[in-house]
């Protein structure tokens, strides 16, 4: 049975993502199967290799799974909380050296991945091709207007779960919001005529 499965239609991801993470392995399986297509998705819109792609979701998912006993649903919605604990195992994966890097992949090595997982990420991978171009296009925007940018046009979230999962406030969210969709319109129609992430989202 291949590691990854099919991807599910965007109404029930949405749907599925409102309950809540468990730290009891039973209901920990439960929110990892309904949010497993939304962080599959975070993370092969910014990586262009299968093996990084599962590497990296296990790893958000066990982050996920260390941090639910201290889920707060006061704090934010689950989909925003996931979404922060990504941003965190991403960024935690390429903060650190070369050195470090390659010191933990000779003692972890790759996930095993059979030739249908491989097939199955490579697809997917192709599909948020755009997303990739969008966000490696506009790597001249500050780092703070990239993430708003990311979670809101890229991944989907609403401005208020990305001000959850940043740990902002809506309004910073909005200007920020504002002033990135500002300095992409600034750089003429050639900036976004190749993708399908609509900007008006962060109107």
């Not at 497993?36 to 996920?64: S, Y």
Request: hydrophobic share 45%; with cysteine.
């Amino acid at each position: 049975m291949p590691l990854i499965p099919d991807r599910a239609e965007e109404p029930e991801r949405r749907a599925s993502r409102a309950a809540p993470p468990r730290p009891d392995a039973a209901g920990f399986a439960v929110f990892y199967e309904a949010n497993f297509d939304a962080v599959l998705g975070f993370v092969t819109r910014r990586t262009a290799c299968p093996q990084v792609a599962a590497d990296l979701t296990a790893d958000i998912f066990v982050a996920a799974l260390q941090a639910a006993g201290q889920y707060d649903p006061r704090r934010g919605a689950p989909a925003a909380w996931l979404y922060g604990i990504a941003r965190n195992v991403l960024a935690s994966r390429y903060r650190g050296s070369a050195l470090e890097q390659h010191a933990v992949a000779r003692l972890n090595g790759h996930r095993l991945l059979d030739e249908e997982d491989i097939a199955a990420l490579e697809a997917r991978i192709d599909a948020e091709r755009a997303a990739r171009e969008l966000v490696e296009r506009h790597s001249g925007l500050s780092e703070p207007l990239r993430e708003i940018l990311d979670l809101v046009a890229v991944d989907g979230l609403t401005p208020r779960e990305a001000a959850q999962a940043l740990g902002l406030n809506r309004a910073t969210v909005r200007s920020r919001l504002h002033r990135a969709k500002r300095l992409l319109r600034a750089q003429g129609p050639s900036a976004t005529e190749h993708t399908s992430i609509p900007l008006e989202v962060v109107s």
